[in-house]
């Protein structure tokens, strides 16, 4: 019962992403700009090669990788710009789902106007930061250990925040 309310939660999830991150979203800045390779290289410890658009001629998600190749700690680092409705909606799908025990939601202070970290299965976290209008998800994919995920998500996203 807990897999599936995991599975229901992630997919929900997923959906609002997918519904954010539309021309709309991508008006507001190009994601790729708001971090550089030299930020990530020095956050994760690992050179990092230039942020790629996720889809040909949108801006609005962009995604790292090691250089050297995806590494079983860090696999890639995503970025998806969002608008501030469909943040104030993940947030709450999220915390209902893990009122049922479906996934983790840690609330974060010091980030944006508003953000909160969330725990999907054990080889991704994502810190979701809204400021103003804007709003965007930053996720690391891998097995770096959540409170260390968390940490570098936290320093990456005060410097995108930067650049908005």
Not at 110 to 116: L, P, R
Not at 118 to 146: D, E, H, N, Q, W
């Amino acid at each position: 019962m807990r897999l599936r309310c995991s599975l229901h939660a992630t997919g929900i999830f997923i959906l609002i992403i997918a519904l954010g991150t539309d021309a709309r979203a991508a008006a507001a800045g190009d994601a790729c700009a708001l971090l550089s390779s030299a930020q990530l290289s020095a956050a994760l410890a690992v050179p990092m090669d230039a942020g790629k658009y996720m889809t040909a001629g949108y801006l609005g998600t962009c995604s790292w990788s090691p250089s050297g190749g995806a590494t079983p700690v860090i696999k890639l680092v995503d970025l998806s710009l969002l608008r501030a409705t469909d943040y104030d909606a993940s947030k709450r799908v999220m915390q209902k789902a893990a009122s049922k025990g479906g996934t983790a939601v840690t609330t974060v202070s010091g980030v944006g106007d508003d953000a909160y970290f969330t725990s999907l299965g054990s080889s991704v976290t994502s810190l979701m930061v809204k400021k103003g209008a804007v709003a965007f998800k930053l996720s690391l994919y891998g097995a770096t250990a959540p409170d260390k995920a968390m940490a570098i998500e936290k320093t990456l996203a005060s410097q995108a925040l930067a650049n908005l």
